[in-house]
């Protein structure tokens, strides 16, 4: 049974650092993994899709990783703004387009 | 959000009651989800359907039906809501491939 775990936990910084949010799984076969950002009370919202046979996607400031072997992505946010605070969540998809998600980062950015 | 309604937004209920929530889409996307998410196990997927009268079971189905009687509208089902159900109901669309894209969540409370 697939598993995905996001390490750290929660993590809080100040504004203008660079950031990486990690996410493993364990099993490889996989479709895709997918990145969501979650802020308090509302729906996800979708910030990268990286394909199985992609090693990365960026996205403005966001840029994410795969390493599918390894079971392993990160996702990196440079220069972190106040703006960013919010629940960070990896999905892996396996086969009929399910996803299968981590329990997320809780990320703060302060001033 | 990317073309998805869902209702009620808030809802609360007593033990025994049926519950129905609704997702309605305007994208024309064949793929739907229903997800709920509960502190401590993110979210879990509940069913899915990947076609007009075609659905299957997620991770978390008991006590739960759906259907899709058209393309625009998946509904979830509670037969006889029990406390465990109090959660907040997530539901998504998407293409093959594509990334799933959320809606604003329905806050279930049972009492």
């Known amino acids: 049974k697939q598993e995905v775990t996001q390490i750290p936990a929660a993590l809080s910084v100040p504004e203008g650092e660079n950031l990486v949010l990690n996410c493993s799984f364990t099993?490889?076969?996989?479709?895709?993994l997918q990145w969501f950002r979650q802020d308090p009370g509302k729906g996800l919202t979708s910030l990268l899709l990286i394909q199985s046979s992609q090693r990365e996607q960026t996205s403005g400031r966001l840029n994410a990783s795969l390493d599918k072997s390894s079971g392993r992505s990160t996702l990196y946010i440079a220069a972190s703004q106040p703006g960013d605070s919010a629940t960070y969540l990896c999905?892996?998809?396996?086969?009929?387009?399910?996803?299968?998600f981590g329990t997320g980062t809780r990320l703060q950015v302060f001033p | 959000d990317a073309g998805i309604t869902q209702s009620p937004r808030h809802k609360v209920t007593e033990t025994g009651t049926p519950v129905t929530l609704r997702c309605h889409q305007t994208e024309n996307h064949r793929y739907m989800y229903w997800y709920r998410q509960d502190p401590g196990h993110g979210l879990r997927l509940i069913h899915y359907?990947?076609?007009?009268?075609?659905?299957d079971k997620g991770e978390v189905s008991d006590g739960y039906s759906v259907s899709r009687s058209k393309t625009e509208d998946f509904l979830l089902t509670l037969e006889s809501a029990t406390s465990s159900q109090t959660s907040v109901y997530f539901c998504?669309?998407?293409?093959?491939?594509?990334?799933?894209?959320f809606g604003d969540g329905t806050r279930l409370s049972i009492l």
């Open positions: 999905a892996v998809r396996e086969g009929t387009d399910k996803l299968i």
């Open positions: 359907s990947y076609g007009v009268k075609d659905t």
């Open positions: 998504a669309i998407s293409s093959l491939g594509q990334p799933q894209h």
């Open positions: 099993d490889s076969a996989i479709y895709n």
